[in-house]
């Protein structure tokens, strides 16, 4: 009798540490985020990936970044047309105040790219896209959204960037 009860507290005993080992395995499936991965989710969330041709993960390419703001990236993906128009960007950045500079960094590029005279060179259209891109930030992901010339379109990115966040 007392080496049943032992068996069977036993087993009790493997089965609700096994039961614990599997739901914290299970928790920490959630997919892992990247810039690759919030890109996709942007694209996907926006529904305006038709026409970008060229990708990079080389901070060097996104010509919004300085020198020394490329010091602050960890990791990027960058996505554009054949003009560098219709584009979108997602970094991480190496801590927080870094991800606070590049999106003040991103703020003024597109500020630039609102009020510059190579614009001139755009068709309106192309000019709206300019004008209704977004910059974002949250933690130490920041983004530049440029998918489309409607707002919309390119909220629709940002907030599928968020909710993947």
Known sequence: ????????????????????????????????????????????????????????????????????????VKSIQYICDSKEVYSLCVIQAKN??????????????????????YLSDYSSTEQKVFKNALCGRKGRYVWYIALSHQKAVNTKGQDAIKKKL
């Open 96 to 117: 927080a105040a870094g991800a606070k500079s590049l999106h003040k960094q991103l703020k003024k590029y597109k500020k630039n790219n609102c009020s510059s005279a």
């Open 1 to 72: 009798m007392k080496q049943n009860l032992k068996k069977v507290f036993c087993i009790i005993f493997t089965t609700v540490l096994l039961a614990g080992i599997f739901l914290q395995a299970t928790a920490g499936a959630k997919e892992a985020v990247s810039c690759k991965s919030l890109c996709s989710a942007a694209l996907e969330g926006s529904g305006a990936a038709g026409n970008m041709e060229y990708q990079s993960g080389n901070a060097i390419d996104f010509g919004a970044l300085s020198a020394s703001a490329r010091k602050k």
